[in-house]
């Protein structure tokens, strides 16, 4: 077990923040990490994984675990499905193509999403009318206190619209070690009515798409619109689209006649916060090195050597515009470390 000191967490975050971890280890098995949570010299302990979601603010005063957790086995199938396990450690675009490379459908709508497989379930990941819950069999996470292994069923995590059980009531009391997902082996479902999918297909061409295919067409998509953290620094979408009721949504519309959005369940409607952020002229804009990407305004980017705290900065003050010109609330989907 190698810990070392004062390590830059710089290439450990998509941000590409550079704060400093006061004391770092990299876990690659499980009596590995339950050793590591034992330690009483480091009573401090943060967890870190693909580093994708998440803004740090500020230096971290703790033992930074980075969990590198490897694998991805077939547990279970049957004629028509399959469960897979798939590591904490691994990436999930990896996993997304993986599944593709055996004839297995249920991933391809999450394409191209940034990050490591123990994350998702935390955020409920999801992209183009799919989310993580729709495939989620279960997951195992260690207590932090104990090191036991507990395991986790889709209602167990109490999933919502990026939201889960592990960012409310057992935040920061597990480390998500592992997930179960169910895949289809044959007569897979195509959701390819969400966004640009359709478009996508039909310019290339393709009348019957395979799940491939939709895989290609989600990745075509998001790289027209999303910057590679390994070219600027980003996190994917920051906010979250507002979900808001039916008598909010009537004022809201009546104003914006030709704003876009998406029925929901229960009289709810959700609004695309980058239009909304788009509409206050902030797509694009630069403060220093944070600013709006101009593709996309709901992403957040770091052209350099952006600070945590300038991000941060940047995220309040386009609350506050969307607030104050459409009367509606955004919310981080990012993980704000202050």
Request: charged share 25%; proline share 4%; net charge positive.
């Amino acid at each position: 077990m190698n810990i070392q000191e004062n390590i830059s967490l710089k290439s450990y975050n998509t941000f590409g923040i550079d704060v400093k971890a006061r004391f770092f280890v990299e876990i690659t098995g499980l009596v590995q990490l339950q050793k590591v949570l034992e330690l009483k010299a480091y009573p401090k302990k943060f967890i870190i994984s693909g580093g994708s979601n998440m803004l740090l603010t500020k230096d971290i005063d703790a033992l930074v675990i980075h969990i590198k957790l490897k694998g991805i086995s077939i547990v279970e199938e049957n004629e028509n499905f399959v469960e897979v396990k798939a590591m904490a450690g691994e990436n999930w675009h990896e996993l997304v193509l993986w599944s593709l490379k055996h004839g297995f459908g249920g991933l391809e709508n999450l394409s191209l999403i940034p990050g490591n497989v123990g994350t998702a379930p935390i955020q409920n990941i999801g992209a183009y009318g799919v989310e993580l819950k729709d495939i989620f069999v279960s997951c195992a996470a260690m207590d932090v206190q104990t090191g036991e292994l507990e395991g986790f069923n889709r209602e167990d995590c109490k999933f919502g619209y990026r939201d889960s059980i592990f960012k409310n009531e057992a935040k920061d009391k597990y480390i998500i070690t592992s997930v179960v997902l169910k895949l289809t082996k044959k007569d897979h479902v195509l959701h390819t009515g969400y966004g640009s999918i359709e478009m996508e297909l039909k310019n290339k061409g393709i009348v019957h798409p395979t799940i491939k295919d939709v895989s290609d067409a989600v990745i075509a998509i998001r790289r027209s619109k999303l910057p590679d953290p390994k070219e600027i620094g980003n996190s994917g979408s920051f906010f979250k689209n507002p979900v808001i009721p039916k008598k909010t949504f009537e004022k809201f519309i009546k104003k914006n006649p030709s704003a876009p959005y998406y029925e929901m369940e229960e009289n709810q409607f959700k609004i695309p916060a980058g239009w909304l952020i788009e509409q206050c002229g902030l797509k694009g804009k630069r403060f220093g090195d944070a600013g709006v990407h101009d593709k996309q305004a709901l992403v957040l980017v770091n052209h350099g050597n952006a600070t945590g705290k300038e991000i941060l900065y940047l995220a309040k003050k386009i609350q506050e515009e969307v607030l104050k010109n459409f009367k509606i609330k955004i919310q981080p989907e990012v993980n704000i470390i202050k």
